[in-house]
Protein backbone atom coordinates (compact mmCIF):
# COMPACT_ATOMS: atom_id res chain seq x y z
CA UNK A 1 0.00 0.00 0.00
CA UNK A 2 1.24 3.13 -0.87
CA UNK A 3 1.60 5.61 1.76
CA UNK A 4 -0.39 8.88 2.34
CA UNK A 5 0.46 11.99 0.39
CA UNK A 6 1.49 14.41 3.08
CA UNK A 7 2.38 18.19 2.39
CA UNK A 8 1.51 21.76 1.93
CA UNK A 9 -1.59 23.01 0.23
CA UNK A 10 -2.20 26.03 -1.56
CA UNK A 11 -5.85 27.36 -2.05
CA UNK A 12 -6.75 30.49 -4.47
CA UNK A 13 -9.30 31.96 -5.83
CA UNK A 14 -9.69 33.41 -9.57
CA UNK A 15 -11.99 35.29 -12.18
CA UNK A 16 -14.74 37.27 -11.56
CA UNK A 17 -15.65 37.66 -7.65
CA UNK A 18 -19.51 36.26 -6.41
CA UNK A 19 -21.22 36.87 -3.65
CA UNK A 20 -20.63 33.20 -2.46
CA UNK A 21 -17.26 32.53 -3.25
CA UNK A 22 -15.31 33.01 0.13
CA UNK A 23 -17.75 30.29 1.43
CA UNK A 24 -16.13 28.14 -1.02
CA UNK A 25 -12.28 29.32 0.41
CA UNK A 26 -13.65 28.59 4.21
CA UNK A 27 -14.70 25.45 3.34
CA UNK A 28 -11.27 24.51 2.16
CA UNK A 29 -10.08 26.13 5.35
CA UNK A 30 -12.02 24.40 7.80
CA UNK A 31 -11.81 21.27 5.98
CA UNK A 32 -7.97 21.51 5.99
CA UNK A 33 -8.06 22.44 9.42
CA UNK A 34 -8.99 18.58 10.21
CA UNK A 35 -6.92 16.72 7.37
CA UNK A 36 -3.85 15.60 8.34
CA UNK A 37 -2.23 15.10 5.23
CA UNK A 38 -2.06 18.42 4.88
CA UNK A 39 0.64 20.27 6.62
CA UNK A 40 -0.25 23.54 6.10
CA UNK A 41 -2.52 26.01 4.09
CA UNK A 42 -1.47 28.54 2.41
CA UNK A 43 -3.83 31.15 0.72
CA UNK A 44 -2.51 32.88 -2.45
CA UNK A 45 -2.68 36.25 -2.89
CA UNK A 46 -4.43 37.33 -5.92
CA UNK A 47 -4.35 33.50 -7.53
CA UNK A 48 -1.26 32.30 -9.35
CA UNK A 49 0.11 35.42 -9.53
CA UNK A 50 0.71 35.27 -5.81
CA UNK A 51 2.19 31.65 -6.33
CA UNK A 52 4.52 32.65 -8.67
CA UNK A 53 5.40 36.01 -6.39
CA UNK A 54 5.37 33.64 -3.18
CA UNK A 55 3.02 35.75 -1.66
CA UNK A 56 0.88 33.16 0.87
CA UNK A 57 -0.97 33.92 3.80
CA UNK A 58 -1.15 31.04 6.19
CA UNK A 59 -4.65 29.78 7.03
CA UNK A 60 -4.33 26.66 8.80
CA UNK A 61 -4.50 28.44 12.27
CA UNK A 62 -7.45 30.73 10.96
CA UNK A 63 -9.78 31.32 13.78
CA UNK A 64 -13.34 29.71 13.41
CA UNK A 65 -14.96 33.48 14.32
CA UNK A 66 -12.55 35.40 11.60
CA UNK A 67 -13.44 32.29 8.91
CA UNK A 68 -17.80 32.51 9.26
CA UNK A 69 -17.17 36.45 8.77
CA UNK A 70 -15.52 35.93 5.57
CA UNK A 71 -17.96 33.57 4.37
CA UNK A 72 -20.60 36.03 4.80
CA UNK A 73 -18.29 38.67 2.83
CA UNK A 74 -18.87 39.33 -0.43
CA UNK A 75 -16.24 39.34 -3.33
CA UNK A 76 -12.89 37.55 -3.22
CA UNK A 77 -11.05 37.63 0.17
CA UNK A 78 -7.95 36.08 -1.23
CA UNK A 79 -7.80 38.35 -3.94
CA UNK A 80 -8.46 37.57 -7.36
CA UNK A 81 -6.26 37.41 -10.88
CA UNK A 82 -7.11 37.53 -14.71
CA UNK A 83 -3.72 36.09 -15.54
CA UNK A 84 -3.78 33.89 -17.98
CA UNK A 85 -0.52 31.50 -17.55
CA UNK A 86 0.84 30.23 -20.31
CA UNK A 87 3.25 27.12 -20.10
CA UNK A 88 6.09 29.37 -18.91
CA UNK A 89 4.31 31.03 -16.12
CA UNK A 90 2.63 27.49 -15.54
CA UNK A 91 6.39 26.06 -14.74
CA UNK A 92 7.21 29.19 -12.31
CA UNK A 93 4.11 27.83 -10.62
CA UNK A 94 5.27 24.08 -10.56
CA UNK A 95 8.96 25.52 -9.51
CA UNK A 96 7.27 27.22 -5.91
CA UNK A 97 5.28 24.54 -5.24
CA UNK A 98 8.68 22.02 -5.34
CA UNK A 99 10.13 24.71 -3.50
CA UNK A 100 7.25 25.47 -0.45
CA UNK A 101 6.68 21.52 -0.61
CA UNK A 102 3.26 22.16 -2.43
CA UNK A 103 1.44 18.76 -2.34
CA UNK A 104 -1.98 19.69 -2.78
CA UNK A 105 -3.71 22.58 -5.26
CA UNK A 106 -7.47 24.05 -4.49
CA UNK A 107 -8.16 26.48 -7.39
CA UNK A 108 -11.54 28.14 -6.97
CA UNK A 109 -12.42 29.64 -10.63
CA UNK A 110 -14.54 29.18 -13.63
CA UNK A 111 -13.50 27.83 -16.93
CA UNK A 112 -10.44 29.49 -17.57
CA UNK A 113 -8.97 28.79 -13.96
CA UNK A 114 -10.54 25.53 -14.49
CA UNK A 115 -8.25 25.05 -17.20
CA UNK A 116 -5.16 26.76 -15.16
CA UNK A 117 -5.52 23.60 -13.31
CA UNK A 118 -5.33 21.51 -15.51
CA UNK A 119 -1.97 22.77 -16.69
CA UNK A 120 -0.53 22.32 -13.65
CA UNK A 121 -1.89 19.15 -12.80
CA UNK A 122 -0.76 17.85 -16.03
CA UNK A 123 2.87 19.34 -15.86
CA UNK A 124 3.74 18.18 -12.53
CA UNK A 125 2.64 14.51 -13.72
CA UNK A 126 4.81 14.89 -17.02
CA UNK A 127 7.48 16.24 -14.31
CA UNK A 128 7.27 12.88 -12.10
CA UNK A 129 6.11 15.60 -9.40
CA UNK A 130 3.46 14.21 -7.41
CA UNK A 131 0.58 16.84 -6.99
CA UNK A 132 -3.33 16.44 -6.28
CA UNK A 133 -4.71 19.56 -8.57
CA UNK A 134 -8.13 20.41 -7.83
CA UNK A 135 -10.75 22.69 -9.49
CA UNK A 136 -13.87 24.24 -7.31
CA UNK A 137 -15.95 25.58 -9.27
CA UNK A 138 -17.67 29.44 -9.28
CA UNK A 139 -18.97 31.60 -11.56
CA UNK A 140 -22.17 33.70 -11.62
CA UNK A 141 -22.92 33.08 -15.86
CA UNK A 142 -23.53 29.55 -14.86
CA UNK A 143 -21.72 28.11 -18.34
CA UNK A 144 -19.42 25.25 -16.27
CA UNK A 145 -19.87 22.23 -18.82
CA UNK A 146 -21.15 18.69 -16.77
CA UNK A 147 -22.37 20.90 -13.60
CA UNK A 148 -26.37 21.79 -13.15
CA UNK A 149 -25.37 25.00 -11.91
CA UNK A 150 -22.58 26.76 -10.07
CA UNK A 151 -22.20 28.34 -7.10
CA UNK A 152 -22.14 32.00 -7.45
CA UNK A 153 -25.21 32.06 -9.75
CA UNK A 154 -28.36 31.60 -7.39
CA UNK A 155 -27.02 34.78 -5.58
CA UNK A 156 -26.30 36.69 -8.51
CA UNK A 157 -29.73 35.29 -9.82
CA UNK A 158 -31.24 36.63 -7.08
CA UNK A 159 -30.34 40.71 -7.39
CA UNK A 160 -31.17 40.59 -11.16
CA UNK A 161 -35.00 39.40 -10.86
CA UNK A 162 -34.43 41.66 -7.25
CA UNK A 163 -33.60 44.47 -9.70
CA UNK A 164 -36.12 43.29 -12.04
CA UNK A 165 -39.00 43.50 -9.58
CA UNK A 166 -38.38 47.20 -8.89
CA UNK A 167 -37.86 48.43 -12.35
CA UNK A 168 -41.05 46.61 -12.95
CA UNK A 169 -42.79 48.78 -10.84
CA UNK A 170 -41.29 52.04 -11.53
CA UNK A 171 -42.41 51.73 -14.75
CA UNK A 172 -45.52 50.98 -13.72
CA UNK A 173 -45.42 54.02 -12.38
CA UNK A 174 -43.92 56.05 -15.03
CA UNK A 175 -44.24 54.23 -18.46
CA UNK A 176 -41.92 53.90 -20.93
CA UNK A 177 -39.30 51.39 -22.47
CA UNK A 178 -36.82 50.70 -20.16
CA UNK A 179 -33.54 48.58 -21.30
CA UNK A 180 -31.78 46.68 -18.47
CA UNK A 181 -27.78 44.85 -19.46
CA UNK A 182 -27.23 41.90 -17.42
CA UNK A 183 -24.29 39.80 -17.51
CA UNK A 184 -23.51 36.82 -19.88
CA UNK A 185 -20.98 37.27 -22.69
CA UNK A 186 -21.46 34.15 -24.12
CA UNK A 187 -24.92 32.96 -22.24
CA UNK A 188 -27.68 33.66 -21.07
CA UNK A 189 -28.11 32.23 -18.16
CA UNK A 190 -28.14 35.51 -16.02
CA UNK A 191 -30.46 37.05 -18.21
CA UNK A 192 -32.84 34.21 -17.92
CA UNK A 193 -33.01 35.36 -13.98
CA UNK A 194 -34.65 38.19 -14.99
CA UNK A 195 -38.04 36.37 -15.75
CA UNK A 196 -38.02 35.30 -11.90
CA UNK A 197 -39.38 39.32 -11.63
CA UNK A 198 -42.70 38.08 -13.09
CA UNK A 199 -46.18 37.62 -10.32
CA UNK A 200 -48.03 39.49 -12.16
CA UNK A 201 -50.05 39.46 -15.48
CA UNK A 202 -48.19 41.86 -17.63
CA UNK A 203 -45.04 42.38 -15.27
CA UNK A 204 -42.07 42.89 -16.75
CA UNK A 205 -39.51 41.87 -18.28
CA UNK A 206 -41.65 41.86 -21.15
CA UNK A 207 -38.56 40.72 -24.24
CA UNK A 208 -35.97 38.76 -23.16
CA UNK A 209 -32.68 38.66 -25.34
CA UNK A 210 -29.83 36.27 -24.74
CA UNK A 211 -26.36 35.65 -26.74
CA UNK A 212 -27.51 31.99 -27.23
CA UNK A 213 -29.87 33.86 -30.28
CA UNK A 214 -28.68 36.17 -32.80
CA UNK A 215 -31.40 39.29 -32.94
CA UNK A 216 -31.75 41.75 -35.96
CA UNK A 217 -32.40 45.13 -35.39
CA UNK A 218 -35.37 44.78 -37.45
CA UNK A 219 -36.81 42.21 -35.06
CA UNK A 220 -35.82 43.71 -31.86
CA UNK A 221 -37.98 46.57 -33.13
CA UNK A 222 -40.81 44.86 -33.93
CA UNK A 223 -41.01 43.02 -30.87
CA UNK A 224 -40.80 46.80 -28.81
CA UNK A 225 -43.68 48.02 -30.86
CA UNK A 226 -45.94 44.91 -30.20
CA UNK A 227 -45.59 45.02 -26.79
CA UNK A 228 -45.62 48.81 -26.26
CA UNK A 229 -48.44 48.88 -28.94
CA UNK A 230 -49.99 46.82 -26.24
CA UNK A 231 -49.27 47.86 -22.81
CA UNK A 232 -47.98 51.42 -23.31
CA UNK A 233 -44.81 50.13 -22.08
CA UNK A 234 -41.91 47.68 -22.24
CA UNK A 235 -38.82 46.26 -20.22
CA UNK A 236 -36.41 44.63 -22.21
CA UNK A 237 -33.73 42.44 -20.32
CA UNK A 238 -30.25 42.00 -22.74
CA UNK A 239 -27.44 39.96 -22.23
CA UNK A 240 -24.70 42.07 -22.53
CA UNK A 241 -23.13 39.45 -25.25
CA UNK A 242 -26.57 39.40 -27.59
CA UNK A 243 -24.84 39.43 -31.47
CA UNK A 244 -26.33 39.91 -34.59
CA UNK A 245 -26.88 37.40 -37.00
CA UNK A 246 -23.49 38.56 -38.72
CA UNK A 247 -20.21 36.83 -38.52
CA UNK A 248 -16.27 38.16 -38.43
CA UNK A 249 -13.58 36.76 -40.23
CA UNK A 250 -13.33 34.30 -36.94
CA UNK A 251 -16.72 33.18 -38.26
CA UNK A 252 -18.20 34.40 -34.84
CA UNK A 253 -21.43 36.23 -34.85
CA UNK A 254 -20.61 40.19 -34.30
CA UNK A 255 -21.68 41.55 -30.92
CA UNK A 256 -24.37 44.51 -30.45
CA UNK A 257 -21.43 45.63 -27.93
CA UNK A 258 -18.94 45.44 -30.53
CA UNK A 259 -20.02 46.53 -33.59
CA UNK A 260 -21.61 49.68 -31.01
CA UNK A 261 -18.04 50.54 -29.79
CA UNK A 262 -15.05 52.27 -31.21
CA UNK A 263 -12.25 51.29 -28.95
CA UNK A 264 -12.87 48.04 -27.63
CA UNK A 265 -10.79 46.51 -24.30
CA UNK A 266 -9.90 43.15 -24.08
CA UNK A 267 -8.96 40.78 -20.81
CA UNK A 268 -6.24 38.79 -20.91
CA UNK A 269 -7.97 35.62 -22.25
CA UNK A 270 -9.01 37.76 -24.87
CA UNK A 271 -12.58 38.36 -24.02
CA UNK A 272 -14.12 41.40 -25.12
CA UNK A 273 -14.60 43.88 -22.00
CA UNK A 274 -18.46 44.06 -21.83
CA UNK A 275 -19.72 44.74 -18.96
CA UNK A 276 -17.42 48.13 -18.12
CA UNK A 277 -19.51 49.73 -21.03
CA UNK A 278 -22.43 51.19 -21.38
CA UNK A 279 -22.35 50.89 -25.07
CA UNK A 280 -25.19 48.32 -25.26
CA UNK A 281 -28.00 49.95 -23.94
CA UNK A 282 -27.19 53.27 -26.03
CA UNK A 283 -27.02 51.38 -28.55
CA UNK A 284 -30.49 50.08 -28.20
CA UNK A 285 -31.87 53.06 -26.65
CA UNK A 286 -30.89 54.99 -29.64
CA UNK A 287 -32.42 52.46 -32.30
CA UNK A 288 -35.44 52.56 -30.31
CA UNK A 289 -35.66 56.56 -30.24
CA UNK A 290 -34.86 56.84 -33.43
CA UNK A 291 -36.47 54.11 -35.57
CA UNK A 292 -39.95 53.19 -33.43
CA UNK A 293 -43.02 54.86 -34.55
CA UNK A 294 -44.12 57.40 -31.61
CA UNK A 295 -47.62 56.67 -30.84
CA UNK A 296 -49.70 59.84 -31.34
CA UNK A 297 -46.69 61.65 -31.98
CA UNK A 298 -45.34 61.62 -28.27
CA UNK A 299 -41.82 61.68 -27.57
CA UNK A 300 -40.74 57.82 -26.18
CA UNK A 301 -39.68 57.88 -22.92
CA UNK A 302 -36.76 55.56 -23.72
CA UNK A 303 -34.20 54.66 -20.75
CA UNK A 304 -30.94 52.21 -20.37
CA UNK A 305 -28.88 50.62 -17.11
CA UNK A 306 -25.97 48.74 -17.40
CA UNK A 307 -26.68 46.73 -14.20
CA UNK A 308 -22.78 45.87 -14.38
CA UNK A 309 -20.36 44.31 -11.21
CA UNK A 310 -23.33 45.13 -9.17
CA UNK A 311 -24.84 41.71 -9.99
CA UNK A 312 -21.20 39.54 -8.71
CA UNK A 313 -21.06 40.72 -4.89
CA UNK A 314 -24.52 42.01 -3.72
CA UNK A 315 -24.22 41.38 -0.39
CA UNK A 316 -27.87 42.05 0.27
CA UNK A 317 -29.35 39.29 -1.75
CA UNK A 318 -27.81 35.83 -1.04
CA UNK A 319 -29.07 32.62 -1.61
CA UNK A 320 -28.81 30.68 1.38
CA UNK A 321 -28.99 27.70 -1.04
CA UNK A 322 -26.13 28.99 -2.86
CA UNK A 323 -23.92 29.81 0.15
CA UNK A 324 -24.37 26.16 1.68
CA UNK A 325 -23.43 24.52 -1.73
CA UNK A 326 -20.71 27.06 -1.83
CA UNK A 327 -18.76 26.14 1.09
CA UNK A 328 -19.80 22.63 0.70
CA UNK A 329 -18.10 22.34 -2.83
CA UNK A 330 -15.00 23.65 -0.67
CA UNK A 331 -15.45 21.20 1.46
CA UNK A 332 -16.15 17.93 -1.06
CA UNK A 333 -12.34 18.90 -2.13
CA UNK A 334 -10.10 18.56 0.32
CA UNK A 335 -12.50 15.50 1.25
CA UNK A 336 -11.50 14.30 -2.19
CA UNK A 337 -7.98 15.17 -2.05
CA UNK A 338 -6.73 12.51 0.68
CA UNK A 339 -8.00 9.62 -2.23
CA UNK A 340 -5.07 8.71 -4.34
CA UNK A 341 -6.33 8.63 -7.88
CA UNK A 342 -8.80 11.82 -7.52
CA UNK A 343 -6.15 14.29 -8.95
CA UNK A 344 -6.60 16.60 -12.00
CA UNK A 345 -10.70 16.68 -11.18
CA UNK A 346 -13.41 19.34 -10.27
CA UNK A 347 -15.69 18.88 -7.92
CA UNK A 348 -19.00 19.09 -9.37
CA UNK A 349 -23.19 19.11 -8.67
CA UNK A 350 -26.13 17.34 -10.36
CA UNK A 351 -29.56 17.49 -9.58
CA UNK A 352 -31.50 14.30 -7.77
CA UNK A 353 -34.48 13.87 -10.03
CA UNK A 354 -37.97 13.33 -7.89
CA UNK A 355 -40.30 16.58 -6.75
CA UNK A 356 -38.25 18.11 -4.20
CA UNK A 357 -34.99 20.10 -4.61
CA UNK A 358 -31.88 17.54 -3.99
CA UNK A 359 -28.14 18.44 -4.90
CA UNK A 360 -25.22 15.51 -5.16
CA UNK A 361 -21.59 15.85 -5.39
CA UNK A 362 -19.25 13.92 -7.59
CA UNK A 363 -16.14 14.86 -9.43
CA UNK A 364 -15.24 14.97 -12.76
CA UNK A 365 -11.75 15.55 -14.97
CA UNK A 366 -11.02 18.94 -14.94
CA UNK A 367 -10.63 18.90 -18.82
CA UNK A 368 -14.54 18.61 -19.18
CA UNK A 369 -15.06 21.85 -17.76
CA UNK A 370 -11.86 23.82 -18.41
CA UNK A 371 -12.68 26.54 -21.38
CA UNK A 372 -15.46 25.72 -22.96
CA UNK A 373 -19.15 27.11 -21.72
CA UNK A 374 -22.56 25.38 -21.50
CA UNK A 375 -25.36 27.19 -23.27
CA UNK A 376 -29.05 27.64 -22.08
CA UNK A 377 -30.87 25.03 -23.15
CA UNK A 378 -32.72 26.13 -26.77
CA UNK A 379 -36.00 24.79 -25.88
CA UNK A 380 -35.79 27.41 -23.17
CA UNK A 381 -35.68 30.07 -25.19
CA UNK A 382 -39.05 31.39 -26.77
CA UNK A 383 -39.37 33.13 -29.95
CA UNK A 384 -36.14 34.52 -29.32
CA UNK A 385 -37.29 36.79 -26.91
CA UNK A 386 -38.25 35.11 -23.92
CA UNK A 387 -38.26 32.66 -21.25
CA UNK A 388 -39.88 29.00 -20.92
CA UNK A 389 -41.41 28.01 -17.69
CA UNK A 390 -38.52 25.13 -17.56
CA UNK A 391 -36.45 27.61 -17.10
CA UNK A 392 -38.65 28.80 -13.59
CA UNK A 393 -38.67 25.04 -12.52
CA UNK A 394 -34.83 24.91 -12.59
CA UNK A 395 -33.75 28.13 -10.86
CA UNK A 396 -36.41 28.89 -8.37
CA UNK A 397 -35.00 26.30 -5.95
CA UNK A 398 -31.46 27.73 -6.83
CA UNK A 399 -32.67 31.65 -6.37
CA UNK A 400 -34.89 31.10 -3.13
CA UNK A 401 -37.04 33.66 -1.91
CA UNK A 402 -37.94 36.24 -3.43
CA UNK A 403 -39.38 40.13 -2.49
CA UNK A 404 -42.75 40.40 -1.86
CA UNK A 405 -44.88 42.37 -3.73
CA UNK A 406 -48.71 43.68 -3.86
CA UNK A 407 -51.05 46.28 -6.63
CA UNK A 408 -53.98 47.55 -6.09
CA UNK A 409 -55.40 45.82 -8.38
CA UNK A 410 -55.87 42.82 -6.42
CA UNK A 411 -59.02 44.55 -4.87
CA UNK A 412 -60.81 44.15 -8.21
Known amino acids: ?52 NDQYYKLKAAPKELLERIALTPSSALGSTRDKPDADYCKKILENFKKNNVRYFFYIGGNDSADTARIVNDMAKDDGYELRAYHIPKTIDNDLRVHDHTPGYGSAAKFVSSAFIGDNYDNRSLPG ?58 IIAASEGISLPEKNAKGHYITWAEKAAQNIEHDSHGNIQLSGSGALGDCISQLITQKLPNPGGKKLRVRADTLGYLQRSFPGYISKIDAAEAREVGKRAVKYSAKAGTEGSSVYMYRVPGQDYEINYAITPIANVARETKDLPADWIVDGCDISEKYLQYAKPIVGDQPQVGILDELK
Open 1 to 52: MAAKLVGNAVVGQSGGPTAVINQSLVGVILEAQKAGHIQELLGARHGVRGIV
Open 177 to 234: IKINVVMGRHAGWLTAASVLARKYENDGPHLVYVPEVPVTEEKLLADVDRVYSKLGRC
